[in-house]
Nanobody, 125 residues
Framework: QVQLVESGGGLVQPGGSLRLSCAASGITLDYYAVGWFRQAPGKEREGVSCISSFDLNPSYADSVKGRFTIVRDSAKNMVYLQMNNLKPEDTAVYYC??????????????????WGQGTQVTVSS
């Protein structure tokens, strides 16, 4: 049974940092593109960052470029999202997901077929 579990969310002040983790069981993340998505109250889910199965050409939403970094740890079968200089508008539930597509590049529009339960990130003073 495939399971993705996000962790690392919490309350942080503007300008602060968090590192989200996506731990997988039942699958080897190296074989999949992995995406991070978020959904704020009253808003649609949006793609934040993704990485291809070959760790090539990671993608970032314009709103997080230069502040967020996606990293894969093959040894631990995990993917991280390092979030720096957080802003109140980053407040959302963050989800990781896997896609069979995306060997050399990734896209938020791919079919992501496994999802975690989400972790809450709140940026507030």
């Amino acid at each position: 049974q495939v399971q993705l579990v996000e962790s690392g969310g919490g309350l942080v002040q503007p300008g602060g940092s968090l590192r989200l983790s996506c731990a997988a069981s039942g699958i080897t993340l190296d074989y999949y593109a992995v995406g991070w998505f978020r959904q704020a109250p009253g808003k649609e889910r949006e793609g934040v960052s993704c990485i291809s199965s070959f760790d090539l050409n990671p993608s970032y939403a314009d709103s997080v470029k230069g502040r967020f970094t996606i990293v894969r740890d093959s040894a631990k079968n995990m993917v991280y999202l390092q979030m720096n200089n957080l802003k109140p508008e980053d407040t959302a539930v963050y989800y990781c997901a896997t896609s069979n597509d995306g060997s050399y590049a990734c896209s938020f529009t791919y079919d992501y077929n496994h999802w975690g339960q989400g972790t809450q990130v709140t940026v507030s003073s």
